[in-house]
């Protein structure tokens, strides 16, 4: 997570509060003194040598005292104590009405243009940011990729959607290749593993800790750790795929599983048969959108299972910097929203993911970055609905 955003988080600063709450306190506590209760005088009409009798002290009022305002939900009250960190739907934030920064701080003035563009931003990316790190599930999950179309940004998307997830999350993230061919995603991943997908399906039934499996992975400095191939392999069978998904599931939360683009061969149907969720890659192109819709219409003439991946797929459309026609992109929206396609996220065009070399999430522009924690936490908040409701 970018060092900026960490420190915006809400909780972050609730707690800085309650810690110097807490040193303010036994500072306080240190210095009080003690007094000793006073003794009331003997009036004139008292009798030297009796005691002198003294009015009773009126009755203190009830400590009680009537609400000032509409009683709070035990969530808007953990809102206010915690500064709307204990859950996303909590993330709140409040338009400033006076600039913080500069003269006009000084002067007291409203925010400038760029500082109100800058708190929105913050404010999105904290919304995304609670909505992905705070998501849980009662087993890990599987988040497919896929389009027939070639060249859409299926392989350049697994590693940096995961990779956005997992900076954030602090690990727990598997990126893997279930291409029925071996694909790009060892070259586009960080790093130069000596073992890959071919030895780790040859080995599947031979691990039993994650020390082992790790050594079939190349970690990113993201925190996801990515399972490619080295050198050649055989060609990946369904039940390939369904046994390595269940052996990474064992040691990881989260797969992100990066297909090729022949969607009848068995490392494709293997992968749909254990996926949760489908991502489709697509371009401001014809054949991009065409060709994403025919996987939407195969899978709707599948399983119940396959249906409901068609019935709940996300779009991400990337941009490699060809000249567009806003009119071409209009019409690729429009056949997604027909084909039933849920979300529809776009993604700038980034220079570092253009130079097809080895794929950093630091190096991402800011607005990539947004852009792709934005779609992570689209993608994170149907799992949450998914896969509660799956049996």
Do not use: C
Request: hydrophobic letters at 40%; glycine letters at 10%; zero cysteines.
């Amino acid at each position: 997570m970018n060092d900026d955003h960490a420190d915006e988080v809400p909780a972050f600063r609730a707690a800085n509060r309650a810690q110097d709450y807490g040193e303010r306190s036994h500072e306080e506590d240190a210095n009080v003194v003690p007094t000793r209760p006073s003794r009331e005088r003997p009036t004139d009409s008292g009798t030297a040598g009796q005691p002198t009798r003294t009015e009773a002290p009126p009755t203190p009022p009830s400590a009680t005292r009537e609400p000032t305002s509409q009683p709070r939900t035990h969530d808007e009250s953990l809102t206010v104590l915690f500064g709307g960190a204990i859950s996303g739907s909590l993330t709140t934030s409040t338009t400033p009405t006076r600039s913080a920064k500069g003269l006009r701080g000084l002067l007291r003035l409203a925010p400038s243009p760029a500082e109100l563009a800058e708190h929105e931003h913050k404010a999105r990316w904290l919304a995304n940011e609670t909505i992905i790190r705070q998501a849980t599930w009662t087993r890990h999950v599987r988040i497919l990729l896929a389009n027939k179309k070639g060249g859409t940004g299926k392989t350049p998307l697994s590693i940096l959607l995961g990779g956005v997830i997992a900076a954030i999350k602090g690990g727990s993230v598997a990126v893997w290749e279930v291409s029925d061919d071996p694909g790009a995603l060892n070259f586009r991943a960080e790093g130069n593993p000596s073992l890959g997908l071919g030895e780790l399906v040859r080995d599947v039934d031979t691990i039993t800790s994650a020390g082992q499996l790790a050594g079939y992975g190349v970690p990113q400095t993201s925190f996801a750790t990515v399972f490619g191939t080295v050198g050649s392999r055989a060609a990946l069978a369904g039940e390939d795929v369904v046994k390595v998904s269940d052996k990474i599931g064992e040691f990881y939360g989260i797969e992100v599983m990066d297909s090729g683009n022949v969607p009848t061969s068995p490392a494709f149907q293997g992968a749909v048969s254990v996926a949760d969720i489908l991502v489709i890659p697509v371009m401001n192109s014809g054949d991009s959108v065409l060709q994403a819709i025919e996987v939407l219409e195969e899978l709707r003439n599948g399983s119940e299972h396959a249906r409901a991946l068609a019935a709940n797929a996300i779009a991400v459309r990337l941009k490699d910097g060809r000249p567009e026609s806003p009119a071409v992109a209009e019409e690729v929206a429009r056949l997604l929203h027909d084909a039933g396609v849920t979300q529809l996220h776009e993604v700038p065009y980034d220079a570092h993911i253009a130079e097809r070399g080895q794929l950093t999430v630091g190096k991402l522009t800011p607005a990539t970055r947004d852009a792709l924690a934005a779609a992570a936490a689209g993608v994170v908040r149907s799992l949450q609905t998914i896969v509660s409701t799956a049996r």
